[in-house]
C-alpha cells in the first residue's frame, strides 16, 4: 500500500510537472507569436509606408514634369496666337482659343494668364492671380525656375506652372494654373488602406494641403490644419517633392497598432485558457494539443513566407515599371548616380541617350490608349534587346520617354541609335498621324568623361537638347553632342 501510494504520488507529481511545463512553454510560445506578428505587422506598415509615399512622390513628379513639358511645347507651337493675346488682351475670344486649346491637352487647367516682366499682369481674365503667384513669377524672372506651391484664389485652391518667351526685347511669362484635384486622386488611390496620406506645405507649420479625401476646402483657409496639430497620430514616412514645397506625408493612428497588437493577444488568451482546461481536466487529449501547436507553427511559417515573397514584390514593384517591364525613374536616378561615380573613379567615359516617341499623343488619339499601352510595350522591347550588355540600362521616366546610360563613347551611341531607329523600321508599326506613316523615334545623346567641372545632371540636360534638336531636324533621328 505504501509503495502504491508512493507510485500515485510519483505519477501525480510527474503529471503535475509536465502539466506546468507544458503551459509554461504554450505560454512563452504563444507570447512569442504575438510578439513576432505584431513586429511583422509593425514593420510591413512601414515598408508599405515608405514604398506608398515614394510612388505618391514619383507619380507628382511625372504628373508635374509633364505639365511643364506640355506647356513649354504649347507655348512653342502657339507663339503667334499668343502674341495676338499679348497685343489685344481685352478681346476674349483670343484667351478662350488659347484657353480651351491647352485645356484638351490638360484637362485639369484651370486658367491662363501673361504677366510682362517689370510691368506685371497683361490680362487676367478670372481674377485669379493673387498675391503668392506674383512673387512666383517674379522669382522665375530672377532664377528662371520656380518651386510649386499652393495658392488661393477667389475660387479654388490652384498651383501654376510658366514658361517663358520673348517679343520685341522684352520678356514674357505665359503661365496656366493647375486645380489640384489630379494631385487629390493621384493621393487617394495611392494610400493604402490604414493609413492617412496627406501632402503638407514645407512651411515651419507644415500645413496641410491635400489628404486621402481629397482638396481642402477654400473657406477654410484661415484655419488650414497643421502637422504640429495632429498629436494623436504618429508619422511612418515623409519625403519631398522635387521642384515644390510640399512633402508626402503618411500618417498612421496609434489606436490601429493596439487594435492590432489586440487581435493577436484575445485569441492566444483564448487559446492559452483552452489548452490549460485540457491539460488539467483532460490529460488524455494531450497528445492533440500539440498537434494543434504544430499546426500553429506551420501557419506561422508559412504567414512568414508570405510575407517574405510580398516584400520581394513590393520592391520589385519600387524600381520596375508595371507596363513596360523597363526600369522606372527611381531606378535610374539611383543607379544613374552609380554609374557615374563609377566612371568618376575610374576617369572613363559615360553616355545618356534619351529616346522618345514621335507625335505619341496623335498615336494615342487616333488609336485609343490600349493601342497605345501596345506601342510601348513594342518600342521597350526593342530598347530592352538593345541595352543588355552588363555596363548599361534603360528606364521608362516618362509617357513616352526613356533614358540610357551607356559607359561608351558618342560614337558606339550613335551606332547604337541607328540599330534602335532599323529595328523599329523593321518592326514598322502603323502611325498614320505622322509623316512616316510609322512609329518613328528621336534620339538624343550627350557623352563625357566625368571632372569635378561636370556634374551627371549636365549630361541629361545636353542629352535633352540633343533631343530637341533632333525633333526640330525632322525627328526619326538621332543627334549626339559631347560635354
Given at each position: 500500500m505504501v509503495s502504491q501510494a508512493k507510485h500515485s504520488f510519483l505519477n501525480k507529481n510527474i503529471i503535475n510537472g509536465?502539466?506546468?511545463?507544458?503551459?509554461?512553454?504554450?505560454?512563452?510560445?504563444?507570447?512569442?507569436?504575438?510578439?513576432?506578428?505584431?513586429?511583422?505587422?509593425?514593420?510591413?506598415?512601414?515598408?508599405?509606408?515608405?514604398?506608398?509615399?515614394?510612388?505618391?512622390?514619383?507619380?507628382?513628379a511625372i504628373s508635374i514634369d509633364t505639365k511643364k513639358r506640355i506647356l513649354d511645347n504649347f507655348v512653342e507651337n502657339n507663339r503667334p496666337q499668343i502674341v495676338r493675346l499679348i497685343q489685344h488682351a481685352e478681346i476674349k475670344s483670343n484667351f478662350d482659343y488659347l484657353y480651351l486649346k491647352l485645356k484638351k491637352q490638360l484637362p485639369d487647367l484651370f486658367t491662363i494668364n501673361v504677366y510682362?516682366?517689370?510691368?506685371?499682369?497683361?490680362?487676367?481674365?478670372?481674377?485669379?492671380?493673387?498675391?503668392?503667384?506674383?512673387?512666383?513669377?517674379?522669382?522665375?524672372?530672377?532664377?528662371?525656375?520656380?518651386?510649386?506651391?499652393?495658392?488661393?484664389?477667389?475660387?479654388?485652391?490652384?498651383?501654376?506652372?510658366?514658361?517663358?518667351?520673348?517679343?520685341?526685347?522684352?520678356?514674357?511669362?505665359?503661365?496656366a494654373s493647375f486645380s489640384l484635384d489630379d494631385l487629390a486622386h493621384i493621393l487617394e488611390h495611392s494610400t493604402p488602406d490604414g493609413h492617412?496620406?496627406?501632402?503638407?506645405?514645407?512651411?515651419?507649420?507644415?500645413?496641410?494641403?491635400?489628404?486621402?479625401?481629397?482638396?481642402?476646402?477654400?473657406t477654410e483657409s484661415m484655419k488650414n490644419p497643421t502637422l504640429k496639430s495632429l498629436e494623436s497620430e504618429k508619422i511612418?514616412?515623409?519625403?519631398?517633392?522635387?521642384?515644390?514645397?510640399?512633402?508626402?506625408?503618411?500618417?498612421?493612428?496609434?489606436?490601429?497598432?493596439?487594435a492590432n497588437l489586440y487581435s493577436y493577444v484575445i485569441p492566444s488568451v483564448m487559446v492559452y485558457l483552452l489548452v490549460t482546461m485540457i491539460v488539467l481536466f483532460m490529460r488524455s487529449i494531450l497528445n492533440k494539443s500539440f498537434i494543434l501547436m504544430s499546426r500553429l507553427n506551420e501557419q506561422l511559417i508559412t504567414r512568414n513566407q508570405e510575407i517574405t515573397a510580398l516584400n520581394y514584390d513590393?520592391?520589385?514593384?519600387?524600381?520596375?515599371?508595371?507596363?513596360?517591364?523597363?526600369?522606372?525613374?527611381?531606378?535610374?536616378?539611383?543607379?544613374?548616380e552609380n554609374e557615374w561615380n563609377r566612371a568618376f573613379r575610374d576617369h572613363k567615359i559615360i553616355?545618356?541617350?534619351?529616346?522618345?516617341?514621335?507625335?505619341f499623343k496623335k498615336y494615342n488619339d487616333h488609336y485609343g490608349h490600349p493601342e497605345g499601352d501596345k506601342c510601348l510595350q513594342q518600342v521597350?522591347?526593342?530598347?530592352?534587346?538593345?541595352?543588355?550588355?552588363?555596363?548599361?540600362?534603360?528606364?521608362?521616366?516618362?509617357?513616352?520617354?526613356?533614358?540610357?546610360?551607356?559607359?561608351?563613347?558618342?560614337?558606339?551611341?550613335?551606332?547604337?541609335?541607328?540599330?534602335?531607329?532599323?529595328?523599329?523600321?523593321a518592326m514598322n508599326i502603323e502611325h498614320v498621324k505622322s509623316e512616316k506613316g510609322r512609329v518613328t523615334v528621336s534620339i538624343g545623346i550627350a557623352s563625357a568623361v566625368p571632372d569635378k567641372h561636370t556634374r551627371r545632371s549636365d549630361a541629361v540636360k545636353k542629352a535633352d537638347e540633343a533631343l530637341y534638336r533632333a525633333k526640330i531636324n525632322g525627328r526619326d533621328k538621332s543627334v549626339a553632342f559631347n560635354l
Open positions: 509536465f502539466s506546468f511545463g507544458v503551459l509554461l512553454v504554450l505560454l512563452l510560445m504563444l507570447s512569442w507569436i504575438v510578439y513576432d506578428k505584431h513586429n511583422a505587422f509593425i514593420q510591413n506598415n512601414i515598408n508599405v509606408s515608405r514604398t506608398a509615399v515614394e510612388n505618391v512622390r514619383d507619380a507628382l510682362r516682366e517689370g510691368k506685371g499682369l497683361v490680362t487676367e481674365h478670372n481674377d485669379f492671380v493673387g498675391r503668392i503667384c506674383k512673387v512666383d513669377l517674379e522669382d522665375f524672372l530672377l532664377v528662371d525656375f520656380h518651386e510649386k506651391r499652393t495658392h488661393p484664389s477667389s475660387v479654388q485652391y490652384h498651383y501654376d506652372e510658366i514658361s517663358s518667351l520673348q517679343l520685341n526685347g522684352e520678356r514674357y511669362l505665359f503661365f492617412d496620406m496627406m501632402i503638407i506645405n514645407d512651411s515651419d507649420e507644415g500645413f496641410v494641403e491635400i489628404t486621402s479625401k481629397g482638396v481642402r476646402p477654400l511612418l514616412s515623409k519625403i519631398s517633392v522635387p521642384g515644390t514645397h510640399w512633402y508626402v506625408v503618411d500618417l498612421q493612428d496609434q489606436q490601429e497598432n493596439k513590393l520592391e520589385n514593384l519600387t524600381v520596375t515599371d508595371s507596363l513596360t517591364g523597363l526600369f522606372n525613374r527611381r531606378y535610374f536616378d539611383s543607379q544613374y553616355s545618356v541617350m534619351i529616346v522618345d516617341i514621335d507625335y521597350s522591347s526593342i530598347l530592352s534587346a538593345t541595352f543588355s550588355r552588363s555596363n548599361e540600362f534603360v528606364a521608362r521616366v516618362g509617357g513616352e520617354e526613356f533614358i540610357a546610360v551607356i559607359n561608351d563613347n558618342k560614337r558606339a551611341c550613335e551606332e547604337i541609335g541607328s540599330q534602335i531607329h532599323a529595328a523599329l523600321k
